[in-house]
């Protein structure tokens, strides 16, 4: 069984950065596509991004393009979400998933605030 579990959120202000990181146990890390996906309380998860196995295909939502940047160490098992230019909209619980269409395994969650 899998498990994934982020790290890296916290409070920024307006125009900050963060960069999250997802580290991955039990399967074949290099053999997945990832993805992350953000929540606000009450609301449904949305899309932010995801990256192919070897690293070279991306995706994002658009509100987060250009901003937002996937990438991963399959040597480390872990997978990161690069973020610059916050702003208070990017308030989210942040989850790592394992997959692109088919979203299997969920992290924890980790919690981003933007806020001055």
């Known amino acids: 069984q899998g498990l994934l579990v982020e790290s890296g959120g916290g409070l920024v202000q307006p125009g900050g950065s963060l960069r999250l990181s997802c580290v991955y146990s039990?399967?074949?890390?290099?053999?997945?596509?990832m993805s992350w996906y953000r929540q606000a309380p009450g609301k449904v998860r949305a899309f932010v991004g995801s990256?192919?196995?070897?690293?070279?295909?991306?995706k994002y939502a658009d509100s987060v393009k250009h901003r937002f940047t996937i990438s991963r160490d399959n040597a480390k098992n872990t997978v990161y979400l690069q973020m610059n230019n916050l702003k208070p909209e990017d308030t989210d619980m942040y989850y790592c998933?394992?997959?692109?269409?088919?979203?299997?395994?969920w992290g924890q969650g980790t919690q981003v605030t933007v806020s001055s």
């Open positions: 990256i192919t196995t070897d690293g070279a295909n991306k």
């Open positions: 039990g399967f074949d890390f290099s053999n997945y596509p």
């Open positions: 998933v394992r997959g692109w269409t088919i979203l299997d395994y």
